[in-house]
């Protein structure tokens, strides 16, 4: 069972697996919106998040219920949006991307296959980068074909709403080609605070 505190759940290494949680749900899209990345963004919001951080910006899609079954309709709906010249990319954020893999991997592979990366891909997830180096196998796939990762929990004592793309000062924009590469951390080069 996960360590509970008066933060939000810290789960063991690979404690939480997609395959037992994820029920493929979608909480929202968002196309063309500018607030979940830079540039103009397609935005998936995906259901289902156990880290129950207290002052969650989406309390309704820590549900895995919540919202409808992703659909081919709507994977293929993305990525027309994403073929628009003005979109930058594609951002995952809900709910725990990390625990709906099933559907996360499928439109990242997707992505990668019809654009390359002449489009961006950035996920929000509330593991730390050290949490997700060391679970599961579907876990490091998705980290692979990421090029931003938002990382860690939201911690109340820690909010700050002056800070870019996140919501307290622990959460970290990480360049993931480049931490991969030099097997650390590397901020996102364009961090102005
Ligand atoms: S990790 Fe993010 S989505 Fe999950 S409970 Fe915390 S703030 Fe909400």
Redesign the pocket.
């Known amino acids: 069972m996960p360590q509970r505190t008066h933060g ?1 759940n810290n789960p063991t290494p690979q404690e939480w697996l997609a395959e037992d949680l994820s029920l493929q749900y979608i909480a929202d899209y968002k196309a063309f919106n500018f607030v979940d990345g830079e540039g103009v963004r397609c935005s998936l919001y995906v259901s289902g ?1 156990p ?3 207290p002052g ?3 309390v309704a ?2 549900n895995f219920h919540y919202g409808k079954p992703y659909t081919q309709e709507l994977e293929d709906q993305i990525i027309a949006d994403l073929s628009q010249d003005y979109v930058q990319g594609l951002t995952l954020l ?3 991307p990390f625990l709906n893999t099933q559907v996360c991997l499928k439109i990242c592979k997707r992505v990668r296959r019809e654009f390359g990366h002449t489009k961006d891909i950035w996920s ?1 997830s ?1 593991y730390t980068w050290d949490e997700l180096l060391k679970d599961s196998d579907d876990k490091l796939e998705m980290l692979s074909l990421l090029d931003i990762l938002v990382d860690g ?2 911690l109340e004592e820690q909010k700050d709403l002056t800070l870019q793309f996140r919501g307290s000062a622990n959460q970290r924009i990480i360049d993931v080609p480049k931490s991969l590469k030099a097997h650390q951390v590397v901020i996102w080069d364009k961090l102005v605070r």
């Open positions: 939000p998040c880290f129950h951080c969650c910006y989406n899609a820590q809900g709910g725990e929000w509330g929990r939201f």
